[in-house]
Every structure is written in structure tokens, then in C-alpha cells.
């Protein structure tokens, strides 16, 4: 476990390799799992406010959900913390979910954000993916782990045959939620636990 201010971060996320290969899984994480991509307070008071620019780039199934469920739902942790989440069609897809000719998942909100429609990338959830953060506020802690799921053994290999840590994979949406000098303190502490294990493996 590595410490940086508040943030406990699994080692995975620097021992483990991981380059999403979407040519293999298509994306398959906007239309499998057990819930829609978890909400930040502040995304899920944004999409409402967005949702007019963003339905062009859905899917006249996703506009259905959209309208009968609200463009976001509160659902409850394991725990039985409220949680904020993106809905879904018939329990599976994400309402946001959009596909190219060749059937790979696309994300509506992304796609508006592309054509400068919109300033708002997409959940930092899904950006941070597969990295899940859980937010601990009565301890003020924050988990930050690495989600192992078969879907994504093909970006796995793909990582290990390229030698991508996870945490280099996902630089951007890493600093997008906690800065740059919280990398690059991740980074060092990378770059130190190497020498540390190559000097003990001599």
C-alpha cells in the first residue's frame, strides 16, 4: 500500500500493466458490470444541465431510459452508502452509450466533448477505469484500487507485452482528478520501489 497526503493506493496500481485494447473487448465495460459508471456530486448535477447537447450523440434507447430515469440515479454501496450513478438500458448498457460501424462502445458525452460541444470530458470514473476510487469521508481517506475483470485481460496482455504500469496508462485522468504533483509523487515512489526490487532480487 502506498500512502501519498490522505490517499491509500494499492500497489497494483504500479505493479500492474494494463493498455485498454479496445480492437479486442469493444468497450465492453459500458455495457457489462452490475451497476452504471459511478457519479461524482458534481458530475451528476452537471449532466442535467448538459443533457440537451449531449442527446444528439445517444441512442434512441438511451434518450427512453434518459427520460423515464433522470439522467442520473442514486443506488446504494454494499455498504449502504448512497451512491450516484449513470443509468442503464434494461440492465445493461449505459444510457450514454453510443457504438461505431464495428460495434465498438462509444460514449455520447465524450463524443459531444469531441465536436466541442460540451467542455465536460466524460465521468472521471470512466476515465480512471481500472482504477476505482472509494471515498472513506468519516475516516477521510481515500481507497484508490485496481479492478480486476476478465473483459480486460486482453489490455492486461497488452500492457505487459508494451511494459505500461497502470498508473502510466492513465497519467491524464490521474492528474485530471488529483494534479500533477500527486503523479509525479507516484511516479518517484514508482521509480523507487524499482531499484528497491531489483536491488533485492541481486
Known sequence: MIVIDNILISDDIIERQFVCNLKACKGACCVLGDGGAPLEK???ELLPQLYDK????LLPEG??????QGCTISTKTKDGYPKLRTPLVDNKACVYVN????????CGIELAYRDNKISFLKPISCHLYPIRVKELKQQEI???NYDEWEICDDAC???EKLKVP???FLKAPIIRKWGEDFYDTLKATAEYMAVQNKNGKK
Open 54 to 57: 449531449i442527446k444528439p450523440y
Open 142 to 144: 481515500t481507497n484508490v
Open 99 to 106: 457504438y461505431s460501424d464495428d460495434g465498438t462502445t462509444l
Open 42 to 44: 458534481e458530475e451528476a
Open 63 to 68: 434518450i427512453k431510459a434518459i427520460e423515464e
Open 157 to 159: 496482455q497488452l500492457g
Open 166 to 168: 497502470v498508473f502510466e
